[in-house]
């Protein structure tokens, strides 16, 4: 059986692909990411430890081709997700990035990129994991909100501290997502503190569903993705189908990011963050 996406949603796994993309056969070994599949279990790793795994479009764009392979190739069963290093899953998307959105219109744009990511992901046609060691914030905490299953190492942290760092906005469909999960006062509780969490704090959350020592994080992540891998393939596409059917259709949002992406703030926040001080809000 074909897996298809969301129903209710009328999306379908095309939406997803690039037009005309090719899907890749050789391996997909790059400086900023790896891919391999093992057998039954694909692994995917975010590879820029030297600056906490922080996402660039390019590694936004390979974990993208990354899922079209698993959609491809139907000896896969699950996809892991981890960051290397150790230090950081990943620590949200570069800031050098930012600097591109120059118009209204490249601020929706942005969004409408990372969204047809994410939704990828999403909607991937295997069970997804996200193996979390250390920071996983921002732009990381939402593709590990994507993800199916999610393990903790002991010393991961999680957050979206967006209210005191940069002074932008999640779109409208990642508000959904983190709702749909943990509850809106909880992610009011993360945006409004712009605190970050520790793995128990994220698990009473709901954010994680297991605490492992950070030596057996990965161990532990191939042991759970093969249990999965084993299970029966139907009724894990049912379920992950009819869970997002639950979710109520979000709007574009797309007023509120051009609201804040193009705001006095959000300059401030970008500068106050290159030059290592206190942001300076004025609130326009």
Request: proline share 5%.
């Amino acid at each position: 059986m074909t897996y298809r996406p969301c129903a209710a949603r009328g999306a379908r796994l095309s939406d997803f692909r690039a037009p005309h993309r090719r899907v890749p056969q050789e391996p997909l070994l790059t400086d900023i990411t790896l891919f391999e599949a093992r057998g039954e279990i694909a692994h995917f790793v975010f590879n820029r430890p030297q600056a906490r795994n922080a996402l660039t479009f390019e590694m936004y764009e390979q974990l993208y081709e990354a899922v079209l392979r698993v959609n491809a190739d139907k000896s896969v069963k699950a996809l892991v997700i981890s960051g290397a290093g150790g230090k950081a899953f990943a620590a949200g998307t570069d800031i050098a990035e930012f600097r591109v959105l120059a118009s209204d219109q490249d601020c929706i744009d942005y969004e409408i990129k990372i969204e047809r990511i994410l939704s990828a992901l999403e909607h991937c046609r295997v069970p997804t994991l996200a193996a979390i060691a250390g920071a996983c914030t921002g732009g990381g905490a939402a593709i590990a909100a994507c993800c199916d299953l999610r393990i903790a190492a002991s010393d991961a942290k999680f957050g979206f501290p967006i209210a005191r760092t940069l002074g932008n906005c999640l779109s409208v469909a990642n508000y959904g997502r983190l709702a749909h999960l943990i509850g809106a006062a909880r992610v009011k509780d993360l945006i409004f503190t712009a605190r970050l969490i520790d793995a128990e704090e994220a698990r009473v959350f709901g954010l994680v569903g297991e605490i492992v020592a950070p030596d057996v994080l990965m161990t532990r992540a191939e042991d759970l993705a093969q249990t999965v891998a084993g299970h029966a393939p139907l009724t894990l596409s049912a379920t992950k189908q009819a869970l997002l059917r639950l979710r109520p259709p979000m709007e574009t949002g797309a007023d509120l990011v051009v609201m804040c992406y193009r705001s006095q703030d959000f300059q401030e926040g970008m500068e106050a963050f290159l030059a290592k001080r206190p942001p300076r809000w004025r609130g326009e």
